[in-house]
């Protein structure tokens, strides 16, 4: 699991000030007319409309994390995804839940993926989810919790990796992600974290395989 990086900022007064100059500067009102458009939700009071219980993959479940373990946004226009993290949970698939519906717990993947198959979608990909341990990767990045311990590879069933490869696969395909290794990491790979997730059993020439199968297939 990750570990919130003091994600929270004051974005909007820093773009706003920006903005505004370089509106200035260019003599342009279509610059910042443009530029508040894509931020007018972030004043204190407004909020983005959502439609309630919407996912980004078919196949899964809302279950809400908790508003402290994300940051509201809007990906990919202010933030460009370029890169999944795969995760493991250290725990079994409710406690991930529970954990990632708590406020104090700091910390959310976008989605979790059970030993079963089955999927939960906790924060939209358009938000930023505190799971990385690093806030440029947090912005960038959709994270993917799966069910188990590192040190046990019979806890990466096949329907789990199934699953898993077709959420990356449509993760992938609406970003225009490349299926590669630089951009499909672990958590290990984070600059700056502790982790060690998703270990040594995680079999990545056949999960890159089943996601380029998957997005194939879907393509």
């Not at 100059?21 to 279509?30: F, H, I």
């Not at 007018?40 to 439609?51: A, I, L, N």
């Not at 790979?189 to 380029?212: A, F, I, K, M, S």
């Amino acid at each position: 699991m990750g570990v919130r990086d003091k994600d929270a900022d004051r974005r909007l007064g820093r773009r706003a000030l920006l903005v505004g100059g370089a509106a200035a500067a260019v003599g342009s009102a279509v610059l910042a007319r443009d530029e508040l458009a894509r931020l007018w939700w972030r004043v204190p009071g407004v909020e983005k409309p959502r439609v309630e219980g919407a996912v980004d993959f078919r196949g899964a479940r809302w279950v809400a994390a908790s508003e402290a373990n994300f940051r509201w946004a809007d990906r990919p226009d202010d933030y460009g995804i370029d890169t999944v993290v795969v995760h493991v949970t250290q725990g079994d698939y409710a406690s991930a839940v529970r954990a990632f519906q708590d406020p104090e717990h700091q910390a959310a993947a976008h989605y979790i993926v059970g030993q079963d198959g089955r999927v939960a979608q906790m924060i939209r990909e358009l938000d930023v989810a505190y799971h990385a341990g690093n806030r440029a990767y947090n912005e960038r990045s959709i994270g993917i919790e799966h069910e188990g311990f590192v040190d046990r590879p019979q806890d990466f069933t096949d329907a789990m990796y199934t699953a898993s490869a077709r959420l990356t696969a449509g993760i992938c395909r609406r970003y225009g992600i490349p299926v590669d290794r630089e951009h499909i990491i672990g958590h290990v790979e984070v600059p700056g974290t502790d982790h060690t997730d998703p270990g040594e059993h995680w079999d990545w020439d056949r999960y890159l395989r089943l996601v380029r199968e998957a997005r194939t297939a879907s393509a």
